[in-house]
């Protein structure tokens, strides 16, 4: 499509309530570091401090975001 950029990289990245458990803060945080541009990029992730029952929110997306960095070398 084209809204689509071709290097599969964007400026801005909006979501909310994807980090509701451990499981979906990875994957949003691994979503965010494969196709947010490195250098001048922002991602506006709204969600609850905490998710009871699925262990998801603030400190799981945290977590997953610092290790998914360190995986692509990002520190």
Known sequence: PPCVPRNG???VILAAETTYSIEAAGDTASMIVKHLV???GVAYVA????YFGVGGGSDAFQTALQNDA???DMT
């Open 9 to 11: 990289l964007y400026d």
């Open 38 to 40: 490195v250098s001048s």
């Open 47 to 50: 969600h609850k401090r905490y």
């Open 70 to 72: 360190r995986r692509h």
